[in-house]
T-cell receptor, first 112, second 123 residues
Framework: TQLLEQSPQFLSIQEGENLTVYCNSS?????LQWYRQEPGEGPVLLVTVVTGGEVKKLKRLTFQFGDARKDSSLHITAAQPGDTGLYLCAAKKSGGSYIPTFGRGTSLIVHP | GAVVSQHPSRVICKSGTSVKIECRSLDFQATTMFWYRQFPKQSLMLMATSNEGSKATYEQGVEKDKFLINHASLTLSTLTVTSAHPEDSSFYICSARRPGQGIGLAGGYNEQFFGPGTRLTVL
């Protein structure tokens, strides 16, 4: 079973639409990261959330950490073709050794 | 963010040969680095944790004699794919863990910073 369940797995939308990607688990995390990866490149860290209920914004991207620190969401407003890529959430379980766990990823395509 | 380099970015080799991939953290010391394998349109699969000055920790199902890892310094880890076969063809990515805490949108908290990846094709 996957520790981090990410949904949806695939998303194909038109430029200007909004979207939300979810990262859920039954485990509590001390921190959670979101990455974006473009084809043929390594993932790039977008944000780290640490506090339950925390909301962070990065331009048109809004990241939220659940109150219980078991889930997170990434919301993109007015998506652009440049947002196309694979979005990955990663987390470390509370109290565990630092071995990161990744979700399966959400492959986003934004059509112009 | 921190910078991690990976070399080579692309390699094509014949079946049976060995290939070495280098991962360097350029602006911080990384006691821990990770090696991942990724198939098209899939997430990252952790292969092993590379610890400076000690043996690597391999994930279940990963052959340590086939994927040799050496973390000889705080800024360099290498992955050697020995006796490569076509099924070893994949995208290999390393990451370096930056310890400690920091401030800002993406600072600290034991975050990983990834290299650009190495595309290995075994003929």
């Amino acid at each position: 079973t996957q520790l981090l369940e990410q949904s949806p797995q695939f998303l194909s939308i038109q430029e200007g639409e909004n979207l939300t990607v979810y990262c859920n688990s039954s485990s509590v995390f001390s921190s959670l990261q979101w990455y974006r990866q473009e084809p043929g490149e390594g993932p790039v860290l977008l944000v780290t959330v640490v506090t339950g209920g925390e909301v962070k914004k990065l331009k048109r991207l809004t990241f939220q950490f659940g109150d219980a620190r078991k889930d997170s969401s990434l919301h993109i407003t007015a998506a652009q073709p440049g947002d196309t890529g694979l979005y990955l959430c990663a987390a470390k379980k509370s109290g565990g050794s630092y071995i990161p766990t990744f979700g399966r990823g959400t492959s986003l395509i934004v059509h112009p | 963010g921190a910078v991690v380099s990976q070399h080579p970015s692309r390699v094509i080799c014949k079946s049976g040969t060995s290939v070495k991939i280098e991962c360097r953290s350029l602006d911080f010391q990384a006691t821990t680095m990770f090696w991942y394998r990724q198939f098209p349109k899939q997430s990252l699969m952790l292969m092993a944790t590379s610890n400076e000055g000690s043996k690597a920790t391999y994930e279940q199902g990963v052959e340590k004699d086939k994927f040799l890892i050496n973390h000889a310094s705080l800024t360099l880890s290498t992955l050697t794919v020995t006796s490569a076969h076509p099924e070893d063809s994949s995208f290999y990515i390393c990451s370096a863990r930056r310890p400690g805490q920091g401030i800002g949108l993406a600072g600290g908290y034991n975050e990983q910073f990834f290299g650009p990846g190495t595309r290995l094709t075994v003929l």
